[in-house]
């Protein structure tokens, strides 16, 4: 058979086979959210969905909110299903959203590919009126109207933490969420993040409605989720810790950009891409958190194996921690200059009323009056 025609048909064999493939595929290409789970006990109800992207067109665009918007609509016709088939409807009202993998209860959890499970606890709000529930269920779901979700970490120190005692949130981050919800009339409710690639996350299948968590100004950033003006101006730090010795030390960049240094960073942080973009001789050490920081570098230097133990991290955060050194480098003390701190949101409408309590002023104070009777780590 003459080659030009058996590659026609080559051509159109797989031709062919895509299209097939795409036919009985949809969910290859189309974004899917099932219900996996839901048990109703009294007037609370839990669910869980699992919100999948499409396969080979996952835009993680600020701009597209098809997840979120499947998610809810999901959520939604669950409650309207099981509405309309009780004698007596109910009204449900979220109380809280989580992702599965940032649960704390479920430590087993084992992510699904590019998936993700959503957890969802309603609660039931009887209404006498019957016809005021055929309304109420659906449209006051997501009580968009009262409450602000707002997505922080916790042992973040001074920044944003859960009492032990009292299990109320408290700190810089928790008293800025509670500013700008009150400046848009809301109620701040305080989503637990566990790691930092989640503050993201968590924005795209709303589960969260900001985030406030330490976020530098990136360009990476600001495609993927909208950013608010600068609430707090820093910079990148070296440090170590040794008690008792001199206020600070100086190194030069050669000396660091060495393989007998060891430089511990959070996982995924500006701190990690300074590294590796600087120092990419020196070995690095990753913590899920700042807070996890000193007792690592501690355990580090416990280890006659290891030389020089350092850390990086955000200025705000290593001067005040007890017995750290700074670190210069090249005689200056900022590794970076000027990394601005803002907001993240996955909703555009939010912006202008974020922005709003920036431009009045005092949050960065804030930030610093919190730290004053802070105990570390």
């Known amino acids: 058979m003459n080659n030009k025609y058996l590659g026609h048909i080559v051509i159109f064999l797989v031709a062919t086979l895509f299209v097939y493939i795409f036919s009985i595929s949809p969910s290859l290409t189309k974004a899917k959210a099932v219900v996996t789970y839901q048990q109703e006990k009294g007037d609370e109800l839990l669910v869980r969905i699992k919100v999948c992207p499409p396969f080979w067109f996952d835009d993680n665009s600020s701009k597209n909110s098809e997840l979120k918007t499947l998610y809810r609509q999901t959520l939604t016709q669950l409650i309207k299903d099981k509405s309309t088939s009780n004698v007596t409807p109910k009204t449900w009202k979220v109380q809280a959203i989580s992702l599965d993998s940032e649960n704390m209860i479920k ?31 659906i449209s006051q779901l997501f009580q968009d109207d009262s409450i602000l ?26 008293e800025f969420g509670r500013l700008i919800a009150k400046e848009m009339g809301k109620t701040a409710v305080f989503t637990r993040l566990k790691s930092l690639d989640s503050r993201f996350t968590s ?53 660091l950009n060495s393989a007998k240094n060891t430089i511990v960073a959070v996982h995924a942080s500006n701190s990690v891409k300074f590294i590796q973009n600087n120092f990419p001789k020196s070995n690095i050490v990753t913590a899920n958190t700042s807070s996890e920081i000193p007792a690592y570098v501690n355990e580090l230097m416990a280890d006659p194996s290891r030389e020089n133990i350092y850390f990086i991290t955000d200025e705000l955060i290593a ?6 050194r700074i670190v210069y480098l090249n005689e200056k003390r900022l590794l970076t200059n000027n990394d601005e701190y803002v907001v993240a949101t996955g909703d555009i409408k939010l912006l202008e009323g974020i922005n709003r309590v920036i431009a009045r002023g005092g949050v960065d104070k804030l930030y610093l009056r919190s730290t004053k009777n802070a105990k570390y780590p």
């Open 149 to 174: 979700r707002v997505g922080v970490r916790d042992k973040q120190g001074f920044i944003s933490k859960i009492d032990p005692k009292t299990r109320e949130w408290m700190g810089a981050a928790i």
């Open 203 to 255: 924005l795209r299948y709303g589960v969260a409605d900001l985030t406030i968590s330490l976020i530098s100004h990136t360009r990476e950033r600001s495609e993927i989720a909208y950013l608010s003006n600068p609430y707090y101006t820093t910079g990148l730090v070296l440090g170590t810790f040794l008690a008792g010795e001199e206020e600070h030390m100086s190194l030069t960049r050669s000396d």
């Open 107 to 137: 430590e087993d959890y084992v992510a699904d590919g590019r998936c993700n499970d959503l957890s969802t606890k309603l609660q039931n709000k009887i209404e006498n009126n019957q016809s005021k529930v055929e309304t109420n269920y």
């Open 319 to 324: 001067s005040r921690w007890p017995n750290s």
